[in-house]
């Protein structure tokens, strides 16, 4: 299971499809390319369900009070899914797992690394927007990263 922050406004907010449709949905592509997972084989939910915008009307990070607001429909989707995986994509995603199960992990420290939470394995991976990937933490090292979920759910 893949969490990631919220819909995007070019993608996933227009296609109703999680990383689809913009930068991010096809970094994100080419990451599950590079495991040979396909979409049909993963569920990709958000941390937050709506779409927060700027007063420009772009997209922006969710506040706390949003997170917090969505965690009760995050947890539904948990108990639903019962994932035995779940890959965090983005510090906002790593976030809303305290409101479910506190933990201190942190995405500067603990991408990549496989951890144990509420009885589950996770991963927190990097976002795979334009701005992360142009950033020092490039596609190469979202490419090993991502090797790690193709190990894990091998």
Known sequence: MFIGEAPGR???DRT?????GDKSGNNFQTLLDSIELSRDDIFITSAVMCSPRSATDANRRPRRTEIK????????VLDL?????IATLGGVALEA???IAYHEFRLKTHAGEILDWNGRTLLPLYHP????????????LQLK????VGKLIA
Do not use: D, E
Request: some cysteine; charged content about 10%; hydrophobic content about 40%.
């Open 129 to 140: 927007s334009p701005q992360v990937v142009a950033a020092q933490r490039g596609l190469a």
């Open 97 to 99: 797992l305290t409101s």
């Open 10 to 12: 070019v993608g996933a």
């Open 145 to 148: 990263h991502f090797q790690t």
């Open 16 to 20: 109703r499809r999680p990383f689809f």
């Open 81 to 85: 899914i019962q994932p035995k995986v």
């Open 69 to 76: 607001n969505c965690s009760s429909y995050l947890i539904r």
